[in-house]
């Protein structure tokens, strides 16, 4: 009982901002597997919220194979139609709408991929963070270890648990990202012992470095449109 309640503290850290449990995750001798475990679960969480929710969103709206059937035979019923059948009598909009059912046939089961995906893609997006963070911190003069990073930055992803308001058809959330953000700061503070604005910048690096990466991506791709529209 007590591990389970050591556990639900330390998933509820990010979202709850506990400074005290971020403090004493740092001398955790277990941080790093326990901040894995929390991680993982609360994807797992978040995925199978956002899986109830797309399947309740799904029963409550039409069925879209029956939409597009019901929108092929009234665009076989418009004049157009049978003016260009008369122009080309093999002329027919079924393979058009054969591809839109295949689409949404496979978009059925993007909910459960993403179900699937969600606990991969928390714990990519925190060794990723880490890392670059841990390199920052050490940096701006933090003493913190590798593992004392993650262990600590793990518990920011309690701020996911916004995310399974998703479980409510239709519903969305906003401020995860802040509120993330926000707890990798008291983490990065606690792992490193960094004074306020130093773990501030070393919290802040690593999404800059993906904004300057993602412009640079950018505008290689539009120079090459460029380059190969001026080349046709």
Request: charged share 10%.
């Amino acid at each position: 009982m007590e591990s389970l309640a050591h556990f639900v503290r330390l998933s509820t850290a990010g979202l709850l901002l506990d400074v005290n449990t971020f403090r004493a995750q740092r001398d955790n001798p277990y941080a790093l597997r326990e901040g894995f475990l929390v991680v993982i679960v609360l994807g797992v969480i978040v995925g199978i919220a956002s899986l109830i929710g797309s399947i309740l969103s799904r029963m409550a709206t039409p069925d879209p194979v029956a939409v597009i059937e019901a929108l092929q035979r009234s665009f076989e019923r418009i004049p157009l139609f049978s003016g260009l059948q008369e122009v080309n009598p093999d002329f027919s909009f079924e393979p058009i709408f054969d591809q839109l059912t295949a689409v949404f046939s496979i978009l059925q089961w993007s909910s459960l991929v993403g179900a699937i995906a969600t606990p991969v893609v928390y714990v990519l997006r925190w060794l990723i963070y880490g890392t670059v963070a841990h390199l920052a911190a050490r940096s701006l003069g933090g003493d913190g270890t590798f593992a004392q990073t993650l262990g600590c930055t793990a518990l920011a992803s309690g701020a996911n648990l916004l995310a399974t308001v998703q479980i409510i058809p239709f519903a969305t959330v906003a401020g995860t990202t802040l509120l993330g953000l926000i707890g990798c700061y008291l983490g990065l503070r606690a792992a490193h012992n960094l004074p306020a604005w130093r773990a501030f910048w070393a919290t802040l690096i690593g999404p800059i470095l993906l904004i300057l990466i993602l412009l640079v991506v950018s505008c290689g791709a539009l120079a090459l449109l460029i380059a190969s529209a001026q080349g046709s």
